[in-house]
């Protein structure tokens, strides 16, 4: 079964930075692609930034320059950092693994950001 779960999310001002892990299960996680998504109220849900199980990275067009996404395949774990962080970042982000073409999410964990 997989297994994500999220930490790190919380309130931070504009300008601040906050970094978001999310640990999954041992024998899922070095053959899935990792990613973050986020969603804000009334909006849909959104790719933040997506890594590979080769290293290889995407992210969406608002966050370049300002997030990283980055594994760690030995402690299972997928981290998001964000820096230089806008009250328009405010969402629910939630971690996503594509294990062979199945989608998981993890609970999500609330990132306010105020001005």
């Known amino acids: 079964q997989v297994h994500l779960v999220e930490s790190g999310g919380g309130l931070v001002q504009s300008g601040g930075s906050l970094r978001l892990s999310c640990a999954g299960s041992?024998?899922?996680?070095?053959?899935?692609?990792m990613g973050w998504y986020r969603q804000a109220p009334g909006k849909q849900r959104d790719l933040v930034a997506l890594?590979?199980?080769?290293?290889?990275?995407n992210y969406a067009d608002y966050v370049i320059g300002r997030f990283t996404i980055s594994r760690d395949n030995a402690k299972n774990t997928v981290y998001l950092q964000m820096d230089s962080l806008k009250p328009g970042d405010t969402a629910v982000y939630y971690c996503?693994?594509?294990?062979?073409?199945?989608?998981?999410w993890g609970q999500g964990t609330q990132v306010t950001v105020s001005d």
């Open positions: 996503y693994a594509d294990v062979l073409g199945g989608d998981y």
């Open positions: 041992r024998d899922f996680f070095s053959i899935s692609n």
């Open positions: 890594v590979r199980t080769d290293g290889s990275t």
